[in-house]
């Protein structure tokens, strides 16, 4: 069984299952349009729903990531991925996730400072 | 008076052959006040209606082979002996391949009738010893009837219980079945079950009427595990699909079940919502995504369950368990609490939440049930409805267990609800699994990880749409 992501705007508002061969005829007046998304894929890869382990055939990989509501569609890269979280954040478009500009610095609670583009480490909670 | 006596030749031929006009002006008497011993029978002038006498008087009397009935002139009018019935009107639908009900309205039957159905003259079936009662008979359409094409017209009459057939007949063309989904019967009832999203066809000739439905939207995704911090902590539980009902006891969230809804003719999106994802990634810190909603129409819709809350520290989308159909569990507990997500009226119940001491984590709402509460080990899912509206019993709407903690907990991961809620994962040895397909069950959260490392849970089960009606 196949998915759709129900795009309004670049923005998923809804997520069905659907035969291919039917999402064409679907009499449907709200506004929007259907982009077949992938159960199976994220962050790039597909995975064997049986073992969970990745599949040996990568082209069934999809959209970057399994359609989730609230998420965005990029109609010019082709993929599902969520909203931007820090302007200063970047898209990797083969995992497809935000990357701040600096690497995470490991074990430990961190918060990124947009303002200074630094992780803050915060000590409030435990840490491991 | 003249005397009226004849002799032997003036009344026989040689031949024996009475001589016409022999007997006229004989008395009436002479016939008509005679004693007849005989066992036979009298024969009577026997023709159709429309061999009648053109100029009858009054008294005529013969057998109408049309109406099956001896008729005698009053004058006016021929008057049948025989009760002739008649059919008045014929309520209810002849539909492909389904045994239906009609409904007979009847003047002059017997307290049984028979009653015949024909296609362009020929007889198809005839149901027999149908009982009348205040001059309604209800027959179950004949498999040699509802046989036919689609379009094709049905003749509708009935004989009285001494073989007098109807003066009139009633006709009713076949019609089709709606479309879309699986049709299955329960009796004569019919059982339309849709696993995903199509468009519902309900013929011209009719509404649906008292339709009994089960509306399952897709379960929410269990919550996943980031590598942005605090990573001991399981991931809540996916909350089960909004279920809203008119068919048995309860719907979901503990309500009253809901009334039954008409379906008019036409065209009528059925959306079957799919199970919400699980995440693991850095940017959404893994909280799993909302099912989707499922709708039957313009008519209902119903949310999406609510994605389990993230087990990692401080996720900018917050450590509770995502509100929806049924609300996700949290998660990331230690030190903080955090509620679980909150379900929608009507439709489920809450997600589980934390407990301060510990990085468990809370279960997804199910149907009927809340998602368990975070302690020492994290919370089972809540558990779903049980129904029988397709005719065998069905639990659907499970919320998701919570993930086992790596530290500061048990480390098991938490059963899902009964009715397809995913079991949440064990923190270091057992996979969470999905949410129940077509039964709208929440994913299994992550488990806690010994060290940083994104995990995911297990999405959502999709949802499912029942239509229960007969026509």
Known sequence: MAHFAKVLDGKVINVIVAEPEVIQNLVDTSPGEYIQTSYNTRGGVHYDPETGEPSADQTKALRGNYAGKGMVYDRILDAFYYAQPYDSWTLNQSTWVWEAPVEHPGDGNYLWDEENQQWVADDSQPTE | ?471
Request: proline residues 2%; hydrophobic residues 25%.
């Open chain 2, 1 to 471: 008076m003249a005397s009226k006596s004849k002799t032997v030749a003036e009344l026989i031929e040689v031949d024996g052959d009475i001589i016409v006009n022999a007997l006229d002006n004989v008395d009436p008497s002479f016939v008509s006040d005679k004693s007849n011993s005989s066992t036979g029978a009298l024969g009577l002038p026997t023709g159709t209606t429309a061999q009648r006498p053109g100029s009858p008087e009054t008294g005529y009397t013969r057998y109408n082979t049309t109406v099956g009935s001896v008729e005698f002139y009053n004058g006016t009018t021929w008057v049948a002996t025989n009760l002739i019935p008649t059919v008045d009107s014929v309520s209810g639908l002849i539909v492909e391949t389904i045994a239906t009900d009609l409904t007979l309205s009847l003047t002059n039957a017997t307290d049984t009738v028979d009653v015949v159905f024909k296609e362009s003259g020929s007889i198809l079936a005839t149901v027999t010893d149908v009982s009348v009662s205040s001059g309604s008979a209800t027959v179950t359409v004949p498999s040699a009837v509802y046989g036919q094409t689609v379009g094709d017209t049905i003749v509708i009459s009935v004989n009285n219980v001494d073989g007098t057939p109807s003066s009139n007949s009633q006709s009713v063309t076949v019609a089709s079945l709606p479309t879309g989904g699986t049709i299955t019967m329960d009796g004569s009832t019919i059982v339309q079950s849709f696993t995903s999203t199509e468009n519902l066809v309900v013929p011209s000739d009719y509404n649906l009427t008292n339709v009994h439905f089960l509306c399952l939207a897709g379960g929410g995704g269990g919550g996943g595990h980031s590598a942005n911090g605090y990573y001991n902590d399981g991931g809540g539980g996916g909350g089960a699909g909004g279920y809203r009902t008119s068919y048995g006891s309860q719907s979901g969230g503990n309500s009253s079940v809901e009334s039954t809804i008409t379906i008019s003719s036409g065209t009528h999106l059925i959306t079957v919502g799919g199970g919400g994802a699980s995440y693991g990634d850095t940017t959404n810190n893994g909280r799993g995504a909302n099912g989707g909603d499922s709708s039957i129409g313009s008519i209902l819709t119903s949310l999406g369950g609510g994605g389990g809350a993230t087990g990692a520290w401080n996720p900018p989308i917050g450590k509770s368990g995502g509100n929806g159909g049924s609300g996700g569990g949290a998660a990331n507990g230690l030190g903080t609490s955090a509620a679980g997500g909150t379900g929608t009226s009507g439709q489920g119940t809450n997600g589980g939440a934390t407990d301060t001491s510990y990085q468990t984590a809370g279960g997804g709402g199910g149907a009927i049930s809340t998602g368990a509460n975070a302690s020492s080990s994290s919370g089972s899912g809540g558990n779903g409805i049980n129904t029988e509206i397709t005719g065998s019993t069905v639990i659907r709407g499970g919320g998701g267990g919570g993930g086992g903690a790596n530290a500061n907990g048990s480390q098991t991961g938490a059963d899902g609800g009964s009715g397809g809620g995913g079991r949440g994962s064990d923190s270091a040895t057992q996979n969470s699994t999905a949410g129940g397909t077509n039964l709208g069950g929440g994913g299994g959260g992550a488990g806690g990880s010994s060290s940083v490392v994104e995990k995911i849970g297990s999405a959502g089960g999709s949802g499912v749409v029942i239509l229960r009606y007969t026509i």
